[in-house]
Structures are given as C-alpha cells and as structure tokens.
C-alpha cells in the first residue's frame, strides 16, 4: 500500500469513527444534547479534527441517513430479480424487519427519534434521494401488484402507507422494549410471527 492509498483509509476510517462514534451519542443521549465536542471526546481527537469532515452536526446526521437508507434501499432493489410483485411485496417486508431488528440503533436514528428543526428543514430543501428512492421501491412495487390485479378497490398511496405503518410499528414496538409491558408469550420471535400474519391478509384478498 503507497503512501497516499494509506493517508486515504486513514482518513475513512477517521471519518468511519466520526459517524460511529455519533451515532451512538445520539441514540442514548438523543441529537439536541450531543455536541461536536462530545463525539470528538468519544473517539479522542479534537474538535478541529471532526470539522475536517463535517461541518456541523446536521451534516453529521444527514450522513448517517444517507448511510441507513442507503444499505436498507440497497437490500430491497436486490429483490428485483423475484418476478412475481406479490411475492416480491412480501419479500421486501422481511428485508426491512430483518434490517430494523440487526440495525436498531441505526433504525432509531431513521425513523424514530425527533431530529433538530433545522435539519429537516434543509432535507426538505434539498433532495433526499436515499429515503425518497427507497419508499419508492415499496410504491413501485405495491402499484404493481394493483396493475396485476391485486388489492382491488384500493388507492395506492394510502395503501403503500398502510403497509409501511404496520411494518415499520411492529419493529419500533420491538426495539424500543414495548412488547415487554403485554403479555406474550414469544416476545423474541413476535416480530416475524406477526408479519407472516399480517401477509396472510395479502392472500385472502
């Protein structure tokens, strides 16, 4: 390895502890109380260091985003290759439990934790092709399933969030320790033993 190629994964993987580092302060300590100081504390470099690669938190957190959507969106499109879109539609279900159950805190950070006003108003300023692009692979594939004849009577849009809102509950309900406050009796498994009952609903139609 020369020495610009090492200079060149220095700098990844101080970048790599960068976002590492926040996002586990963000999580646990939540994005209005965690500083650029305190992530440059967690990984041991200075403040100024962290400022090399992003200019403020909020670029800090958008990386991350772009980081979760990105491997989730990845893994749903990989699904492309199964012809049929009702199967396909049921796959891409367990593709994003499979995601929010291995990745929690990184779902967390996704979908649940309340995020500073100013970045989401500068997501809404620009776009935010990594979460736009992987919802898109749900809508794409739930108006197909429609175009071949599935779910009839109903409208695509509220469809599509429908199936999003269900999923995406069971697995907040799960990571966040919810299902510990109710009675059942396989809390681990619970997850994926609701989903293939709520796919039942699909082949009832």
């Known amino acids: 390895m020369g020495i610009s190629d090492r200079k060149a994964k220095e700098k990844e993987d101080i970048k790599s502890s960068i976002l590492k580092a ?3 302060l963000f999580v646990h ?3 209005e109380h965690t500083t650029i100081r305190k992530i440059a504390e967690d990984i041991e470099y200075s403040v100024g260091t962290v400022y090399l690669y992003f200019t403020d938190k909020n670029a800090i957190l958008n990386e991350l985003h772009k980081q979760g959507f990105g491997q989730l969106g990845g893994a749903m499109r990989i699904l492309k290759s199964v012809s049929d879109p009702m199967e396909r539609l049921k796959a891409i279900g367990r593709v994003y439990i499979d995601f929010a159950l291995e990745n ?3 779902y967390d950070l996704m979908f649940n934790m309340k995020a500073p006003m100013e970045f989401l108003e500068s997501i ?3 776009e935010w092709n990594e979460g736009k692009a992987t919802f898109d692979v749900l809508y794409q594939n739930v108006n197909e399933c429609i175009q071949n004849g599935h779910f009839p009577g109903f409208k695509l849009e509220p469809l599509t969030f429908l199936i999003w809102s269900t999923v995406h509950g069971m697995c907040s309900l799960h990571i966040s320790q919810r299902l510990k406050g109710v009675n ?4 681990d ?3 994926n033993e609701a989903y293939n ?3 039942r609903f699909f082949d009832k139609e």
């Open 22 to 24: 926040a996002k586990k």
């Open 29 to 31: 300590k939540g994005v």
């Open 104 to 106: 929690p805190d990184m």
């Open 124 to 126: 809404h300023k620009e």
């Open 184 to 187: 059942l009796e396989n809390q």
């Open 189 to 191: 498994e619970m997850v």
């Open 197 to 199: 009952e709520f796919i």
